[in-house]
T-cell receptor, first 111, second 110 residues
């Protein structure tokens, strides 16, 4: 059974600071996804990582994938309040592209 | 192009009542999914479909049934609702390596 673990579950950080969210998973996969969810809203796709060593960046967010370590990271650079949200990683190990989600990291960026 | 839409947005049921949630997508995607999201948790897969006329069980299928009679629609049914089914339900459709999520249905079972 695939397990996906994120840490931390809660993160409070000041504007301008850097931090990293970690996503570990238990079964070999080379397809990992990061989503953002605002309160009461749906999921917004941030990154799709499809191979070992994949790195993608968008604005202040950068995601990477190490399939050998079964680890993905979401790095936040110089955080701003608008980044406050819950971030989920999800792993896909099937041909039907079923996603198994982590529990999410609730990020609060303080002024 | 509306993407993935869900009907209804909110619903309150009494224990034992039945209802059907409708998911529609206009992107001609083959794969469709139903997930539920409970407070403080990630999404969990209920059922999915890899094409018209096909369905399969996901991680938490008990108490739910689905149908995919048309490619663009994926229905989720609750035959006899229970308080444990209080949740937010998300539908998604997929092409290649990306899933597109609907806005969600917030269901409360009293």
């Amino acid at each position: 059974e695939l397990k996906v673990e994120q840490n931390p579950l809660f993160l409070s950080m000041q504007e301008g600071k850097n931090y990293t969210i970690y996503c570990n998973y238990s079964t070999t996969s080379d397809r990992l996804y990061w989503y953002r969810q605002d309160p009461g809203k749906s999921l917004e796709s941030l990154f799709v990582l499809l191979s070992n060593g994949a790195v993608k960046q968008e604005g202040r967010l950068m995601a990477s994938l190490d399939t050998k370590a079964r680890l993905s990271t979401l790095h936040i650079t110089a955080a701003v309040h608008d980044l406050s949200a819950t971030y989920f990683c999800a792993v896909d190990i099937s041909s039907a592209r079923q996603l198994t989600f982590g529990s999410g990291t609730q990020l609060t960026v303080l002024p | 192009n509306a993407g993935v839409t869900q009907t209804p947005k909110f619903r309150v049921l009494k224990t034992g009542q039945s209802m059907t949630l409708l998911c529609a997508q206009d992107m001609n995607h083959e794969y469709m999914y139903w997930y539920r999201q409970d407070p403080g948790m990630g999404l969990r897969l209920i059922h999915y479909s890899v094409g018209e006329g096909t369905t399969a069980k996901g991680e938490v299928p008990d108490g739910y049934n689905v149908s995919r009679l048309k490619k663009q629609n994926f229905l989720l049914g609750l035959e006899s609702a229970a308080p444990s089914q209080t949740s937010v339900y998300f539908c998604a459709s997929s092409v290649y390596n990306e899933q597109f999520f609907g806005p969600g249905t917030r269901l409360t079972v009293l």
